[in-house]
């Protein structure tokens, strides 16, 4: 167990439909991170939370949004699914202030939109 | 921007072989150097890193040392077990800003099937 906790593990859902992905950093990491992992497209980066606020951006799409909540949790939402979207979604989480930085990853969460 | 590179997959190899998995980067700056692996069905779990130019990484028998002259990190075993079968993933991270830190940018991974 990494410490990073990731629900739900599967989902499967319909083209159109929207989801949330719900990611519990490991204790004391206040950075968040979400990457899609897919066949075609290996690791992609999405979006990085640092204690509450956005700090990097990446190949996320606009259907896509993400927030850091106070208590650190973070909820990936997708809307409007395409066929494409499904992938595995991780989470990780680092601590600041470690002179390398170490993102510890949770387990993922599996998309399948039919 | 920021990219890695590894060779292409899948690599197979007998149980006691000698494993390399090249890893080049392009980066600006220093960046830290990361391989992570990934067993089936888990997330990537950190194999080893290095920090700064001629550092070398080093577990569970696994190697890689960070070359600056040649921008690479490949990563090496010298004798592989079945149980290493895996994708294994070169990164690299942009220094730690103050107060913040920084995300990986990702190799497209390199699958390993050890056979008996």
């Known amino acids: 167990d990494s410490g990073v906790t990731q629900t739900p593990k599967h989902l499967i859902t319909a083209t159109g439909q929207r989801v949330t992905l719900r990611c519990s950093p490991r204790?004391?990491?206040?950075?968040v991170y979400w990457y899609q992992q897919s066949l075609d497209q290996g690791l992609q980066f999405l979006i990085q939370?640092?204690?509450?606020?956005?700090?990097a951006k990446g190949n996320i799409l606009e259907r896509f949004s993400a927030q850091q909540f106070p208590d650190l949790h973070s909820e990936l939402n997708l809307s409007s699914l395409e066929l494409g979207d499904s992938a595995l979604y991780f989470c990780a989480s680092s601590v600041v202030g470690t002179g390398a930085n170490v993102l510890t990853f949770g387990a993922g969460s599996r998309l399948t939109v039919l | 921007g920021n990219s890695v590179t590894q060779m292409e997959g899948p690599v197979t190899l007998s149980e006691e072989a000698f494993l390399t998995i090249n890893c080049t980067y392009t980066a600006t700056g220093y960046p830290s150097l990361f391989w992570y692996v990934q067993y089936p069905g888990e997330g990537l779990q950190l194999l080893l890193k290095a920090t700064k130019a001629d550092d070398k990484g080093s577990n569970k028998g696994f190697e890689a040392t960070y070359r600056k002259e040649t921008t690479s990190f490949h990563l090496e075993k010298g004798s592989v077990q079945v149980s290493d079968s895996a994708v294994y993933f070169c990164a690299l991270s942009d220094r730690e800003q103050t107060g913040t830190a920084s995300k990986l940018t990702f190799g497209t991974g390199t699958r390993l099937q050890v056979t008996l």
């Open positions: 939370y640092y204690n509450g606020e956005e700090r």
């Open positions: 204790s004391g990491d206040l950075s």
